[in-house]
């Protein structure tokens, strides 16, 4: 192989990885209502939220997770904190839906709609790519 073509299978391997994670993929604000008493949230409690395996936060306090229904914040919260890409994630929630086990979390159109939705609904929790705080409270996420 010449050095051109190291090269050139180097350029296309590193363009192949680039497609595999959503751009911004560090721009993932979570949300939540100002009635939440929380200060921060560890990746497993978002991830167990979001996967319909928790309803609380450690403090006991209720949560009612909201999603977007697609789009680039949508998959990279879902890569960067669910660990699932959209099928996969839709799929667990299907699966969870018809045997009973739990039902789909409600679902915005919109960032605002989201920040909307969390505002106006006591311990609702969601994610969007950047926010000015109004009405709203963000939650750092720790390790």
């Known amino acids: ?10 350029l296309l391997m590193l363009g192949a990885m680039y497609t595999c994670v959503p751009a911004g993929a560090q721009d993932i604000v979570i949300v939540v209502n100002k009635g ?27 949560v009612v ?3 977007l229904k697609g789009g680039p914040a949508h998959e990279v919260f879902l890569h960067k904190h669910v660990g699932d890409n959209p099928e996969e994630f839709r799929a667990r929630w299907r699966k969870a839906v018809f045997t009973g086990q739990g ?22 929790i969601g994610y969007v790519s950047h926010t000015n705080g109004d009405g709203v409270k963000v939650l750092p996420v720790s390790p």
């Not at 039902?103 to 969390?118: F, G, H, I, Q, R």
Request: contains cysteine.
């Open 1 to 10: 192989m010449t050095a051109a073509n190291k090269i050139g299978a180097f």
């Open 103 to 124: 039902t789909m979390p409600k679902e915005c159109s919109s960032e605002n709609a989201v920040l909307d939705y969390v505002a106006a609904t006591p311990g609702a």
């Open 36 to 62: 939440v008493q929380a200060s921060e949230i560890s990746e497993s409690q978002l991830r167990d939220i979001f996967t319909g395996a928790r309803s609380r936060l450690d403090d006991g306090s209720r």
């Open 65 to 67: 997770p909201v999603l």
